[in-house]
């Protein structure tokens, strides 16, 4: 069996451990301060960002106090038409041009209009005559053209009266005949008839016309009037006018179409009132009122505030419209408001969004003196 023979070991030198070790010790030691460095930093960061965020919270005025809506800009739109038939001649704004009330906007062809009222002019005119004749009653001419042919008549009865009496005793004694008599007779009744009617006629001459002929003649020279008054309303009615101030969003006819008062030419958005319509929760609806101030910001103009004021409150909740897409939103109760706003500029559009900001410590000015639209910016941010 052989047996081999181990070295034995060498004893290390004094050191040498601590030499090797030396370096890991080394970068441990510069690791160690830089973190906690770093840590010390964040921890500092972390401490000025509460710090600022209770500072903005508890030191921003109002806040507590400041309701926040959204809504969308509402507006109200007409439809103008003509109240006459017939075939448009010119239409005088386009799509975008801005109209005040009264404004003219477009005509119709109104020539069997102008032909219309011509005639029913003519007519109260010729009906205007004749109660003119009926209420200046008969003229002494005629009157004395009456008494002269009843006082001619009168001296005919007489003359034939005394005919007939001379014929009938005449006829008594034989030395006239019966018929001579019978002939006077016959002649002094008709003369006395003939001056009845004479005297009849001077009597109707004095006292003119009946009150009736005068009432009904009345009666249809005012049918006339209102006859003649409906054909210049008609033919007025051939020129449409803007019924209030406004922009044109549509031209829905052209000239040469067939209009009628079903048949609206234009489609007009009225630029007062306008109003964002927002929805106030239940639980926030006991914070305003009628009348109170409001602010109101838009995307479209960032930093612009417009004046503004709540006018309406809805009576009856309903639920968050569907535009709300949030399922527990969806099924909450709400009242719509409106806050009708004031935009000097004219930059406000239909269903643009918007952001209203009401301070509930402000009081209401009212419902019978809302505030009246100032500058648009002097609503406070």
Request: hydrophobic letters at 45%.
């Amino acid at each position: 069996m052989t047996v081999v023979d181990k070295p034995p070991p060498q004893p290390e030198a004094p050191g040498a451990s601590r030499v090797a070790g030396a370096p890991a010790r080394q970068a441990s030691a510069v690791r160690t301060p830089a973190r906690r460095r770093l840590l010390l930093l964040l921890a500092v960061a972390v401490m000025l960002g509460i710090a600022a965020a209770l500072y903005f919270r508890l030191n921003r005025p109002g806040a507590a106090y400041i309701l926040q809506l959204y809504g969308n800009v509402d507006i109200r739109e007409v439809s103008p038409a003509f109240n006459d038939t017939g075939h448009i001649t010119r239409l005088l704004v386009q799509e975008g041009d801005r109209v005040k009330a009264g404004q003219l906007i477009a005509t119709l062809d109104d020539t069997r209009y102008a032909a219309a009222l011509a005639q029913a002019e003519g007519n109260m005119r010729s009906q205007g005559q004749v109660l003119a004749k009926l209420l200046a009653g008969s003229r002494p001419e005629e009157i004395a053209e009456a008494k002269a042919t009843m006082d001619a008549l009168a001296v005919t009865y007489r003359n034939d009266e005394i005919n007939y009496r001379r014929a009938e005793a005449l006829a008594q004694t034989g030395a006239g005949t019966l018929q001579q008599r019978d002939d006077a007779k016959a002649a002094f009744a008709a003369a006395r008839q003939q001056y009845e009617a004479a005297r009849q006629a001077y009597i109707l001459a004095v006292k003119g016309p009946r009150a009736e002929d005068i009432a009904a003649a009345r009666a249809t020279y005012q049918a006339d009037q209102g006859a003649v008054a409906l054909a210049r309303r008609e033919l007025a009615d051939t020129k449409l006018y803007a019924p209030a101030d406004g922009v044109v969003e549509d031209r829905i006819l052209e000239p040469g179409d067939m209009a009628s008062p079903t048949t609206p030419v234009y489609t007009i958005a009225l630029t007062s009132p306008l109003w964002v319509r927002a929805y106030v929760a239940e639980s926030d609806l006991g914070k305003i009122a009628l009348g109170m101030p409001a602010a109101v910001t838009t995307d479209s103009f960032p930093g612009r505030v417009y004046h503004g004021w709540v006018g309406y409150i809805s009576p009856v909740a309903e639920f968050t419209p569907k535009t709300v897409e949030t399922p527990e939103l969806r099924t909450a109760l709400v009242y719509q408001v409106r806050i009708y706003v004031c935009d000097a500029r004219n930059e406000l559009r239909l269903g643009m969004p918007a952001t209203v900001r009401i301070d509930l410590r402000r009081k209401p000015a009212g419902v019978a003196a809302p505030p009246g639209c100032g500058s648009p910016d002097a609503a406070p941010r």
